[in-house]
């Protein structure tokens, strides 16, 4: 199984952008679905976006469609969340999880970070 390690988080204005990245070590990256979702102290875990190892097809939660993207590079084993137009709403911390199959559920993916913390200011 893949090792993950995320980075990119920081502050930002309500309105601004940030890159997420997660590298992952392992022979298996270019063939797991990856995710990314996020957990604020008052909140359980929830799921943000995820895409497959295979076609690239992408799904991503109501609350951030249109304004964050999901992408990957097997080259350099790295799948990447660009956000965009954020909102004090998207304050969390990010993690990126791996899985033999794209959804929405944490219970389908077996390999964690530790994630990033984002933090958006009104």
């Known amino acids: 199984q893949v090792k993950l390690v995320e980075s990119g988080g920081g502050l930002v204005q309500a309105g601004g952008s940030l890159r997420l990245s997660c590298v992952a070590s392992g022979r298996t990256f270019s063939s797991s679905a990856m995710g990314w979702f996020r957990q604020s102290p008052g909140k359980e875990r929830e799921f943000v976006a995820t895409i497959t190892g295979s076609d690239g097809w992408t799904y991503y939660a109501d609350s951030v469609k249109g304004r964050f993207t999901i992408s990957r590079d097997n080259a350099k084993n790295t799948v990447y969340l660009q956000m965009n137009s954020l909102k004090p709403e998207d304050t969390a911390v990010y993690y990126c999880?791996?899985?033999?199959?794209?959804?929405?559920?944490?219970?389908?993916?077996?390999?964690w970070g530790q994630g990033t913390q984002v933090t958006v200011s009104s």
């Open positions: 999880a791996a899985g033999l199959t794209s959804s929405s559920q944490k219970t389908q993916y077996n390999t």
